[in-house]
């Protein structure tokens, strides 16, 4: 074994490297040239595997900054703006300055359709276009690269009449959704009338509702709604890729976020799947739903918070006591329920089923998805990558095949402990969801202690990405959306200033997807944040940071990487900003970071030195990556983020065998830590590991279930042994 070191600050290791990249430089320059698709992995332009990590920028961009949306006065609505989502151009140095200190380069960027086209079909809204053109401009000069995400918004109702009909929850946009009545109900937005029609006729309109029309204000003809919802929203992606997509700092694009069939295919009309879709306060089903819209008052059951279960149905209530419907009499249905105009419900009769064999992925989502791709990747460019995700809580499902897979193509699910945000409470004991939606037992599915959290989470990520690599197969996955909830346990560090649990809820989950290896989008950074309105979204308070704790935004402000004053208005960032391997020349096999002293060990091996002509079938395991891929490492030098944060004052220890002193540099400035392979040898594997000295402190009791019961389980084996002695004598 080699050990050496270097003292960071000492006068010889000060000197800025301006020509040297850093690991967590996404840049074209610090990329040679950018990342592409080589199989499973992202590759850069000198042939190294790299796994960025990064956030969504940001949640504050789903509503406008005059908050106007609601108004009353329609007048007031069309004024709205979105400019200066996610933070005014002039602050801009400074979030970027902060996320590159942080080493969380990887963005993905959020856009809304409502943003773009808010004032009416065809209507874009150009000073919202260049401000988003002239914001991702900068994300070079600091090193950072982005993915833009468009969300979705929903259109063609009575918007005022919407609750009152049961037919969507508004509370999120509001500002509620903090207390325990409110809490966590904006998911079951996605099965309520509004959400799931629209949803529905997006995708299947022509199947499902196809006597559906509207007048095309740019053709001036009738089209079905789904041909018309579809088109326009596609010739929205077009004027935002050609305004953007061509930018150096746009890496790729995603259509869609949280994609859902809404009623497409939907198996029964008289409820939902209880372990997919949340079932919280109010939950009138398909049918239920349907009468409450077009204006029939209705008893619906009430689903309340339990345990072991997330919820049970515990008594009813009747929705739309005023008989108001929700269905506009200038739309396209003319004041009529278009399920009824389908013959889907009436008061008479109901068709609960069509002789159709469908599946929404195959017949719907996938051929819009490669339509969609290849739009944008012709005026993008063909080496822009599309991203793409599932249904929320599903795995990859095995109809996406290769046909449904554009060139550059990345899967981006997303990745959260559905209990904990169910809750919004997080303690020594976590509950595998995923697996009890699948059957498991719930006395397999509690895990105790943070070592079993991160097992807990690692399981569940782990399935979801290998799932992918199974289905696709080989493709690279990214975790597009993963984060925790500030304000959980009814909200107690906010009174205590202590954030322990969120802090071991953040390092579980950053554990758990470092374990998987692939790169993520933590949620998210908004610089809006405050205590009392968190992410002022639907409830949501899943912000690290917020501007009114932080510096104050100076033009004349440092930006270096090694300005500790970016970290004011920061939490846990034990937690977050951590060390990574970012680009290794060659294939990642095994990393783990320690929290409570910043160490952590890597392995990765030497590709094969030729690709085989019959591969061996690829195993779809994270541990064991097929190595017969011929990456051409043309720099075997291995970049890994160690932040300046943690490796101020202290030495960096190196060991690993075959390592030598000369094989390896920390530089503070980049806050990276350079390693050169000492061996080319083909399958050559790799390891070392890396720690401070002194190392940092503790910052997490690493509790198991074994360790904190062994005095009951000690004192229950005497007792049972006693019990036995006796009954033997």
């Known amino acids: 074994m080699d050990a050496s070191y270097v003292l960071v600050g000492d006068a010889d290791n000060t000197k800025t490297r301006v020509t040297r990249s850093f690991a967590h430089d996404w840049s074209n320059a610090g990329t040679g040239g950018g990342l592409k698709v080589q199989g499973r992995h992202l590759v850069d332009g000198h042939g190294r595997v790299c796994i960025p990590r990064g956030i969504n920028l940001s949640g504050n961009c789903k509503t406008p900054p005059n908050r106007v949306r609601l108004s009353k006065d329609e007048d007031e609505r069309n004024a709205v703006t979105f400019v200066g989502r996610p933070f005014p151009l002039s602050e801009a140095h400074e979030h970027l300055a902060r996320l590159r200190r942080w080493g969380l380069t990887f963005v993905r960027f959020l856009v809304t359709w409502e943003a773009l086209e808010h004032a009416g079909p065809g209507v874009y809204d150009e000073e919202y276009l260049q401000y988003l053109h002239d914001v991702l401009s900068l994300f070079p000069q600091f090193q950072l690269t982005a993915y833009v995400s468009m969300h979705q918004d929903a259109v063609g109702f009575d918007l005022t009449a919407l609750e009152e009909a049961g037919a969507a929850w508004l509370g999120g946009v509001r500002g509620e959704g903090n207390d325990l009545s409110t809490r966590g109900r904006w998911p079951t937005g996605y099965?309520?009338?509004a959400a799931a029609t629209m949803a529905t006729v997006f995708y299947a309109g022509d199947t499902f509702a196809p006597r559906a029309t509207i007048r095309d204000p740019r053709t001036k003809q009738?089209?079905?709604?789904?041909?018309?919802?579809?088109?326009?929203?596609?010739?929205?992606?077009?004027?935002?890729?050609?305004?953007?997509?061509?930018?150096?700092?746009?890496?790729?694009?995603?259509?869609?976020?949280?994609?859902?069939?809404?009623?497409?295919?939907?198996?029964?009309?008289?409820?939902f799947n209880y372990n997919t879709d949340l079932h919280l306060a109010e939950i009138p089903s398909p049918l239920q739903s349907f009468a409450l819209g077009a204006g029939h008052p209705t008893v619906v059951p009430i689903w309340t918070r339990t345990f072991p279960m997330p919820t049970k149905k515990t008594t009813q209530v009747l929705l739309?006591?005023?008989?108001?419907?929700?269905?506009?009499?200038?739309?396209?249905?003319?004041?009529r329920c278009i399920?009824?105009?389908?013959?889907?419900?009436?008061?008479?009769?109901?068709?609960?089923?069509?002789?159709?064999?469908?599946?929404?992925?195959?017949d719907f989502y996938l051929p819009y998805y490669m339509k969609w791709a290849k739009a944008v990747q012709d005026i993008s460019g063909?080496?822009?990558?599309?991203?793409?995700?599932?249904?929320?809580n599903q795995w990859c499902p095995p109809q996406w095949t290769s046909e449904y897979q554009p060139p550059n193509f990345v899967y981006a699910p997303h990745w959260y402990d559905l209990r904990a945000l169910f809750d919004r409470g997080y303690g020594n004991l976590t509950v595998n969801v995923q697996g009890i939606a699948k059957g498991l037992s719930i006395f397999r599915a509690l895990y105790w202690g943070h070592a079993g959290a991160q097992d807990n989470y690692h399981l569940?990520?782990?399935?979801?990405?290998?799932?992918?690599?199974?289905?696709?197969?080989?493709?690279?996955?990214?975790?597009?959306?993963?984060?925790?909830?500030f304000d959980m346990n009814e909200r107690e560090a906010f009174k205590t200033g202590d954030f322990k649990w969120q802090l071991q809820m953040m390092d579980a989950m950053c554990t758990a997807l470092e374990r998987c290896m692939v790169g993520f989008n933590l949620w998210n950074y908004n610089q809006d944040n405050e205590d009392d309105i968190g992410d002022d979204w639907c409830g949501e308070n899943f912000s690290w940071f917020s501007n009114s704790r932080a510096r104050p935004i100076l033009k004349a402000a440092s930006v270096a990487q090694t300005d500790a004053t970016l970290d004011q208005g920061g939490r846990i960032l034990r937690a977050i900003v951590r060390s990574y391997?970012?680009?290794?020349?060659?294939i990642p096999v095994a990393f783990f970071y320690n929290i409570n002293d910043g160490s952590f060990t890597f392995s990765w091996t030497n590709p094969t030195s030729s690709v085989s002509a019959t591969p061996a079938p690829a195993l779809a395991v994270i541990e064991k990556p097929p190595l017969d891929i011929d990456f051409k490492i043309s720099k075997p030098e291995t970049e890994f983020f160690v932040p300046s944060m943690l490796a101020r004052g202290r030495k960096v220890l190196v060991e690993g065998e075959g390592f030598a002193e000369k094989d390896w540099e920390y530089v503070e400035e980049t806050q990276t830590l350079y390693v050169r392979n000492p061996t080319t040898a083909p399958g050559h594997v790799h390891k070392i590991s890396v720690r401070l000295d002194p190392p940092l402190e503790p910052v997490i009791e690493m509790t198991t279930h074994w360790w904190d019961f062994k005095i009951s389980y000690s004192?229950?084996?005497v007792l049972l042994s006693v019990v036995a002695t006796y009954l033997l004598t």
Not at 460 to 481: C, H, M, T
Not at 581 to 586: E, Q, R, S, T
Request: proline residues 9%; neutral net charge.
């Open 191 to 193: 099965h309520k009338l």
């Open 222 to 271: 009738n089209v079905s709604i789904q041909q018309f919802l579809q088109s326009t929203f596609l010739d929205c992606w077009k004027v935002l890729a050609r305004k953007v997509g061509h930018l150096d700092a746009v890496i790729g694009l995603q259509m869609i976020n949280e994609p859902h069939p809404g009623y497409s295919c939907h198996p029964d009309m008289n409820g």
């Open 320 to 335: 739309n006591p005023k008989g108001r419907s929700v269905w506009r009499e200038d739309g396209p249905t003319g004041g």
């Open 339 to 362: 399920w009824e105009a389908h013959g889907v419900w009436g008061w008479v009769s109901i068709r609960l089923q069509t002789t159709l064999c469908l599946d929404w992925y195959i």
């Open 382 to 392: 063909p080496t822009k990558m599309v991203f793409a995700e599932p249904i929320p």
């Open 460 to 485: 569940q990520i782990r399935n979801l990405v290998e799932a992918g690599y199974r289905s696709l197969p080989e493709k690279p996955v990214v975790i597009g959306e993963c984060g925790i909830p």
């Open 581 to 586: 391997p970012a680009k290794i020349a060659g």
């Open 715 to 717: 004192i229950g084996a």
